[in-house]
């Protein structure tokens, strides 16, 4: 998800979409953890997509 996708959202589905995303890392995670995955760098595009998340809240 890129920054200008992430400004377009309002403050509750900002919420909604960190929530979802940060469930996701940790199964990516959790899943990594047993067996490689077959595209690690989803992990991390995923953390970085909660760090845009996590920006734009502080900033809205």
Known sequence: MKQSE??????????DKLVE????YGD????HSMSPLDNPSQI??????IA????A????
């Open 57 to 60: 809240i502080n900033n809205k």
């Open 21 to 24: 995303s940060q469930v996701a």
């Open 44 to 49: 991390t595009k995923l953390r970085k997509t």
């Open 28 to 31: 990516l995670k959790r899943t």
């Open 52 to 55: 845009r998340i996590k920006t």
């Open 6 to 15: 992430v400004k377009g959202y309002s403050q509750e589905e900002l919420k």
